[in-house]
């Protein structure tokens, strides 16, 4: 949202600078995010002056050139060559000095120079208004009837505006300042000032002579509908401070009445819209739902269906005029031809506006606001205001009464807040005195205050503020958040058990820990497309978490897993020619499941997510880049279960409609994490051309069964011993087979197992020993006694008794290349 500082400055006195000014809104909630000045001639027409031309001659060698010599202020007298048929000694003209930007209506900007023109000095240029932004004529130059003296700016002269625009992240709680007013409203409390609000003193029905009925069916979407007619206008171009107000805050002049209807929608926060009487069959309008998949074509000439919620605002024929508080239709919109008009001004349903811009994805300024909440009772008062200024600005006469139905006023919310849990929530025990001023200035009427607590009645406009914690939050904005002193020491409000785990301490170091093995932390939207999962069975469509009320198609669902958000992010990067990715993610996944009784049980989990594309290092002039690949992703996965201080982990092979292969690790008879290579269709669903690698943690089950305490021991006395095996083996044979096949036969003397080789190529001395359903692995034992240092004879038996159980139980043969030592070890 944009908010121009000049407009700003019509509501309340401001001398404070623009940055000033922006700290200031910040503070109290509405964070500045930018600063942008706005000139209404761009560049400002600076280093342009007011000129008077002394002499001037023909050229002597150009028949359409003049050499002139020009006043420009300050004693100086600058020789410039012009072109223009029209300039003559004595005339006062704009005069763009050497150094100065010009930016024309149309072309490129440019500088001025100090030039020769066919041999003659020109220091400067006389301007025409096309050269210098100010019009499209180039019949010749400006010349100016003025007394200025020479060397005035030229901006001057032509009462150029200059203004600060400030761009404001406005967040959805803050609906009462969706306006300049409502701006101002905040910074009078702020800075203890008057707010001047528009006078509505001049305001009068000149005839009831064009009398119009209006009838509102639906009450629940309309709970509030204004409304007046305005005949003998005549619609043309706005004058140029209208068409700079708008421009300043990024809106493009249309005409004298819809710029006034823009007008008065930034300035109040209060939408308006404008129909051409001579358009409304019976002089009547009805507002009204109309029937499913009723045509209705747009202002922007779409033809749309209509849904059966969506309030339409209808002629005596019932015949749709325009989406209520979203859109206006084209066939009752303001022309060059209109002659009188019927001015709208209501209050809308939040949830019906919300609604129809969701499902017509139209957002626009009025459907921006409606949705939001505006103020129900602001609605004549903005459509008097209107009704002055297009009186004034486009002629006419108010021809008809102020209809105003409003048969249910919406009442102020009436609610007691006490002072201890102001206090409380705070931090810090604030002046009650201030406290009721403040809350008086923020139009928060305040009664029965008895020291302990005290009542509040807030207007509907403030559609954030209902319970004691949301006055605590507009006491707190005001009062500033930076004068709350932290305390030397902290303390809580209850006593827990020591120590408990901090979960949000341990995400924060485990995300360190992964950031320094080289991994972003991604943050991805929890919405996202059912079509990413329809059609794999993992997922039960009727699972999923639908929006009653979706932004868009590709918004319509919560996400089932992070996988899919995540390739989004990984295509994203991709596309940026970013295609070594190492990614993360803390994020929740959300189901349904149906109960017997026909309700709902909606759950939600959380995840952490790890990808892995492209190449694991890059490539060097040592060495070349490496493909990433499953071991990169397991230890990782590795690094992450070390941290937590998770082990005695099962693990086995998965393949599913999401791995083409994998592993699934269990601790504690769960199942905490599945790991692999995800399936060609699903990247492909993503158009990523590379494999990707994912994991995903259940985080919240692992949080359930973490034990951070770690048992810490005296490092054995006596020296470990390694011993080497190459065997050839199935190739359907895994590692974890062999590991716990090797634990569960030396429980007391092995202390770890490591494959350090896995060989399946075509080396003709291995290939001419296996067969071509086996695979060679190389693995080392670690042998420890805490008791003793071992002896060659204990080694040899060890060896000899895993060497046996592999033949017997996995089919294993010892290679060649490991019976040597075993030898040696039985000569011993």
Not at 660 to 679: C, D, P, S, T, V
Request: net charge negative; glycine share 6%; charged share 25%.
């Amino acid at each position: 949202m944009n908010i121009s500082l000049a407009w700003l400055r019509q509501f309340i006195d401001l001398q404070e600078s623009a940055e000033e000014v922006g700290i200031m809104l910040t503070n109290v909630g509405l964070e500045v995010e930018s600063i942008e000045s706005y000139e209404t001639v761009k560049g400002g027409l600076e280093g342009m002056v007011i000129g008077e031309v002394l002499t001037c001659e023909k050229h002597p060698d150009a028949d359409k050139l003049s050499i002139t010599t020009v006043d420009i202020g300050n004693g100086q007298v600058s020789p410039i060559v012009c072109g223009a048929p029209n300039v003559r000694a004595g005339q006062k003209v704009v005069v763009a000095t050497v150094g100065a930007m010009l930016y024309p209506t149309t072309g490129e900007p440019f500088t001025i120079k100090k030039a020769k023109i066919r041999g003659a000095v020109s220091e400067g240029m006389i301007c025409a208004e096309d050269e210098i932004g100010l019009g499209k004529s180039h019949d010749g130059i400006m010349i100016l009837d003025t007394t200025l003296p020479n060397g005035t700016p030229a901006a001057k002269y032509f009462n150029l505006e200059s203004d600060k625009v400030f761009s404001i992240g406005l967040t959805p709680n803050h609906a009462d300042a969706t306006s300049h007013y409502g701006v101002a409203r905040d910074l009078k409390v702020l800075l203890n000032r008057d707010l001047c609000k528009p006078s509505l003193y001049n305001f009068k029905i000149d005839n009831t002579q064009t009398p119009i009925e209006v009838v509102v069916e639906n009450t629940e979407a309309c709970p509030r509908y204004s409304g007046i007619v305005i005949s003998g206008v005549t619609v043309k171009e706005s004058p140029t401070w209208l068409k700079n107000r708008l421009k300043s805050i990024g809106l493009s002049p249309i005409n004298n009445v819809v710029d006034i209807t823009n007008y008065v929608l930034h300035e109040l926060g209060q939408p308006l819209h404008a129909f051409d009487l001579g358009k409304i069959s019976q002089n009547k309008v009805i507002v009204k739902t109309l029937a499913q998949d009723t045509p209705f074509k747009t202002l922007d000439k779409v033809a749309r269906k209509l849904s059966q919620n969506d309030l339409m605002i209808c002629d005596g024929d019932e015949k749709p005029m325009c989406i209520g508080g979203v859109f206006g239709g084209a066939d009752s919109g303001i022309t060059e031809n209109t002659t009188a008009i019927f001015l709208e001004s209501a209050y809308f349903s939040p949830t019906y506006i919300r609604r129809s811009s969701q499902y017509h994805t139209l957002v626009t300024d009025a459907s921006f606001r409606f949705a939001r909440g505006i103020d129900p009772n602001g609605t004549v008062y903005a459509l008097k205001r209107a009704a002055l200024l297009i009186k004034e600005v486009c002629g006419g006469e108010i021809s008809s009464e102020v209809i105003d139905i409003y048969p249910n006023p919406i009442p102020n919310r009436v609610f007691n807040v006490k002072y201890k849990n102001i206090d409380r929530l705070i931090g810090k025990t604030i002046d009650r005195e201030w406290i009721n001023q403040t809350l008086q200035g923020l139009e928060i009427e305040v009664s029965n205050d008895n020291g302990e607590e005290f009542t509040v009645s807030v207007p509907p406009y403030r559609v954030d503020v209902a319970h004691s914690a949301d006055i605590t939050e507009e006491i707190l904005r005001m009062y500033g958040f930076e004068n709350i002193e932290l305390k030397e020491n902290y303390s809580s409000d209850f006593l827990a058990e020591f120590p408990a785990l901090d979960e949000d301490k341990i995400k924060w170091n485990l995300t360190q820990l992964l950031a320094a093995n080289g991994l972003n932390q991604i943050m991805t939207n929890s919405f996202t497309k059912a079509s990413h999962w329809e059609n794999l069975e993992s997922f039960q469509n009727e699972q999923n978490v639908e929006m009653l009320n979706p932004l868009s198609a590709d918004l319509a669902v919560m996400r089932r897993s992070l996988v899919f958000t995540g390739l989004d992010s990984v295509l994203h990067n991709i596309n940026r020619r970013q295609k070594d990715l190492k990614l993360f993610e803390f994020g929740k996944i959300y189901s349904k499941v149906s109960k017997e009784d026909g309700k709902n049980l909606y759950l939600e989990r959380e995840q952490l997510s790890i990808f892995l594309t492209g190449n694991k290092t890059d490539e060097t002039w040592q060495e070349k880049s490496q493909k990433t690949d499953f071991y990169a992703l397991s230890g990782v996965i590795s690094k992450v279960l070390g941290f937590l201080n998770v082990s005695k982990i099962t693990q086995n092979e998965i393949s599913t409609d999401i791995f083409e292969y994998g592993l699934a690790i269990n601790f504690q008879k769960k199942e905490i994490a599945r790991l692999g290579l995800l399936r060609k269709n699903i990247v492909k669903g993503f158009d990523i051309k590379q494999d990707v690698f994912y994991a995903e943690i259940e985080w919240e089950i692992l949080m359930g069964k973490l034990n951070l305490t770690r048992n810490v021991s005296e490092p054995s006395k006596f020296p470990e011993v390694r011993r080497d095996l190459s065997l050839l083996l199935n190739k359907k044979i895994t590692f974890k087979e062999i590991e716990n096949l090797a634990f569960q036969t030396e429980r007391h003397l092995l202390k770890s197992v490591n494959v350090f080789d896995v060989y399946e190529g075509d080396d003709n001395k291995i290939k001419a020993i296996m067969k071509d359903d086996e695979k060679s692995y190389s693995i080392s034992f670690i042998l420890l006694d805490e008791n003793q240092t071992l002896t060659d004879e204990i080694i040899y038996k060890t060896m000899q008794k895993l060497i046996k159980v592999f033949e017997d139980k996995l089919g294993a043969i010892l290679r060649s290349d490991s019976i040597s030592w075993i030898k040696f070890a039985k000569e011993l």
